[in-house]
């Protein structure tokens, strides 16, 4: 239901959802992750405004971190804290 490979095992990896509005911004929320780590895009929407990255848990948080980063820095949006599970 998320969008990702069912196939592939998922369980050794960190999966980071990110939910944005407006919901375009998932777009240029993907280039930055992307750019912040070595963490994949399982899945973006630019409808629903969401994010889903893949791999390791410290590559997730670092790809997020960015992404909060710019929101909260660059476009002056009220963000929410990283919290992981």
């Known amino acids: 239901k998320l969008g990702l490979n069912p196939a592939v095992d998922y369980s050794k990896n960190a999966i ?3 939910c944005i509005t407006p919901a375009e911004s998932a777009i240029v929320f ?3 992750s992307l750019k912040a780590s070595a963490a994949e895009i399982g899945f973006v929407d ?3 405004g969401t994010l889903i990255l893949l791999g390791t848990v410290s590559e997730v948080s ?3 971190e960015a992404v909060l ?8 949006f009220t963000v929410c ?3 992981k599970t």
Do not use: H, P, Q
């Not at 980063?69 to 002056?76: F, G, I, P």
């Open 16 to 18: 980071g959802i990110v």
């Open 30 to 32: 993907a280039d930055i």
């Open 46 to 48: 630019r409808f629903s």
């Open 62 to 64: 670092s790809s997020i």
């Open 69 to 76: 980063e710019y929101a909260e820095k660059t476009l002056n």
């Open 81 to 83: 804290g990283l919290t």
